[in-house]
């Protein structure tokens, strides 16, 4: 059996990946944060090349459909800095839309109270596999993992029509499933949802941005259930990111999960000190906190396991 993740020059060996970086973004624009896209291709290639220079190996960028992902763009910066990136697929929380994107994916509910449009499972899931197996739009370039959303302390309807159609993309495919968590809530309805209800291996699930919400009784509970457990966001002053990390690390890995940690940066506006940052700055204190043979661990290893696919 070969382990291999799918990056956006082709798959590659898990074990080739180096030091990885997973989950961040190279490439975002959401209405959201107007003014503040990530739609530079000279930036992103100045961001991969501190990280290589740091160490860095792989990159997984969490932008999903409709986010401008800039996929071609991707295959490019990759192939020219050395560094693999692993490109998404999936769809983030309504609101990182326009009206007319979500209407093209959905129908309209008929038990909203006012008038809105839920996406269609089938047509998602549909999607996602094609852009898993055939690539995103013309670029030829394949999505190795599928990026969905919960809301805050839940799950609402939205997001359960998008995870129902990620598990259905999951189980066509095998692509792991990574989560945004808001504030770092709702993981564990998450978990009930995609591995009770909808039947994914919890070994297959990333929950992103625990440490946002930095209740580690729930980030126990989520990874004794079997998921890997993604802390990003650094230097983010405004959340429990920097500063509470290397203690909620050292819970989790006395609890027996270092096995399901993972580290990333998650920049979403140019402001964010980026990928460089988590090498630069985050890796020494964690290495204090951790030791270097389980921080290793979490840098390479872990990510191997959480974003393969395997092939016999």
């Given at each position: 059996?070969?382990n291999?993740?799918?990056?956006?020059?082709?798959d590659?060996p898990?074990?080739?990946?180096?030091?990885?970086?997973?989950?961040?973004?190279l490439?975002?624009?959401s209405p959201?944060?107007?003014g503040?896209?990530?739609?530079?291709?000279?930036?992103?290639a100045?961001?991969?090349?501190?990280?290589r220079a740091l160490?860095?190996g792989t990159?997984?960028?969490?932008?999903?459909?409709?986010m401008?992902?800039?996929?071609?763009?991707?295959a490019a910066?990759?192939?020219?800095t050395?560094?693999h990136?692993?490109?998404?697929?999936?769809?983030?929380?309504?609101?990182?839309?326009a009206?007319?994107v979500l209407?093209?994916?959905?129908?309209s509910?008929?038990?909203?109270?006012?008038?809105a449009?839920?996406?269609?499972?089938?047509r998602?899931?549909?999607?996602?596999?094609?852009?898993l197996?055939?690539?995103?739009?013309?670029?030829?370039?394949r999505?190795?993992?599928?990026?969905?959303a919960?809301a805050?302390?839940?799950?609402d309807a939205?997001?359960r029509?998008t995870?129902?159609?990620?598990?259905?993309?999951?189980?066509r495919?095998?692509?792991?499933?990574?989560?945004?968590?808001?504030?770092?809530?709702g993981?564990l309805?998450?978990?009930?949802?995609?591995?009770g209800?909808?039947e994914?291996?919890p070994?297959?699930?990333l929950?992103?941005?625990?440490g946002?919400?930095?209740?580690?009784g729930?980030?126990r509970e989520?990874?004794?259930?079997?998921?890997?457990l993604?802390?990003?966001?650094p230097?983010?002053?405004?959340?429990?990111?920097?500063?509470?990390?290397?203690?909620q690390?050292?819970?989790?890995?006395e609890?027996?999960?270092?096995?399901?940690?993972?580290?990333?940066?998650?920049?979403?506006v140019?402001?964010?000190?980026?990928?460089?940052y988590?090498l630069r700055?985050v890796?020494?204190?964690?290495?204090?906190?951790?030791g270097?043979?389980?921080?290793?661990t979490?840098?390479?290893t872990n990510?191997a396991?959480?974003?393969?696919f395997?092939r016999?």
């Amino acid at each position: 059996m070969v382990n291999l993740v799918r990056t956006v020059l082709g798959d590659v060996p898990a074990d080739e990946l180096g030091i990885c970086d997973a989950h961040d973004h190279l490439f975002l624009r959401s209405p959201r944060l107007p003014g503040q896209e990530l739609d530079d291709p000279e930036r992103a290639a100045g961001q991969l090349e501190a990280f290589r220079a740091l160490g860095g190996g792989t990159v997984v960028q969490w932008t999903p459909y409709g986010m401008g992902r800039r996929a071609a763009d991707l295959a490019a910066l990759s192939a020219s800095t050395g560094v693999h990136v692993v490109a998404a697929t999936g769809l983030h929380q309504a609101a990182h839309y326009a009206p007319e994107v979500l209407h093209r994916l959905g129908r309209s509910h008929p038990d909203s109270p006012a008038p809105a449009h839920l996406p269609d499972p089938a047509r998602l899931s549909d999607l996602f596999v094609a852009e898993l197996t055939e690539g995103i739009g013309e670029s030829g370039v394949r999505a190795g993992m599928i990026k969905v959303a919960g809301a805050f302390h839940g799950v609402d309807a939205h997001a359960r029509r998008t995870m129902t159609a990620a598990a259905e993309a999951h189980h066509r495919t095998g692509a792991p499933i990574g989560v945004h968590l808001e504030l770092g809530t709702g993981a564990l309805d998450v978990l009930d949802l995609l591995c009770g209800e909808l039947e994914v291996a919890p070994g297959r699930v990333l929950l992103g941005h625990l440490g946002r919400c930095p209740d580690v009784g729930v980030q126990r509970e989520a990874g004794r259930a079997g998921a890997f457990l993604v802390f990003d966001g650094p230097s983010r002053a405004n959340h429990a990111t920097d500063w509470r990390l290397p203690d909620q690390l050292v819970a989790l890995a006395e609890a027996g999960l270092g096995g399901q940690l993972l580290l990333g940066g998650d920049t979403t506006v140019p402001e964010t000190p980026g990928m460089p940052y988590l090498l630069r700055r985050v890796r020494p204190r964690l290495e204090e906190a951790l030791g270097k043979e389980l921080l290793d661990t979490v840098l390479t290893t872990n990510l191997a396991r959480a974003f393969g696919f395997v092939r016999g």
